[in-house]
């Protein structure tokens, strides 16, 4: 394989939204997740993502019992949400790159419902799951990858920006 073929692209994201997921998964003993939002860049015909906000969704929880349709109806709730986030942020090219939520303290990867939420929700090759341990004080992002057989893969390469 090539190094073309097997290029997986770089996540970057910035430390204060990165910091602020943690803060929320923190602070919660639930499985909470929310949308992360940011922009898709290009470079020889490959997407690659910069996140440059997130959408926490409150009263959420994401588990085996969270059914795709309970998601769905909060899915109505953001869109409101997310169209005053890129009026802030004077940027009307915001897209919703992927969803994180949290793992407390049961690792990093994604179970079979999160990879039906990813399937179903962001099936976009640019979207990732990002999966975050508090406990553990871990996070990885995954990507879908329908040539393996967990039909998901790890992404590679995260780079966190600093404003600053
Ligand atoms: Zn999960």
Known sequence: MSIEEDFVFPVYIYDE????????????EKEIFGYLI??????NDKNYIIIED???????????RFSTSQIK????????????????????NLRIVGWWHSHPDFGCFLSPTDLHTQEYFFPESYQVALVIDPI?????????DKTSEKKYKAVSNAIILSKR
């Open 54 to 64: 997130q959408l926490y969704i409150e009263n959420a929880v994401h588990s085996n």
């Open 73 to 92: 109806g909060k899915a109505g709730e953001y869109e409101k949400t997310f169209k005053e986030l890129k009026r802030k942020r004077k940027n009307d």
């Open 38 to 43: 940011g922009n898709i860049l290009k470079w």
């Open 136 to 144: 553990r004080d871990e996070f990885k992002f995954f990507t879908l």
């Open 17 to 28: 939204v990165l910091d602020r997921i943690k803060y929320f998964s923190n602070n919660s």
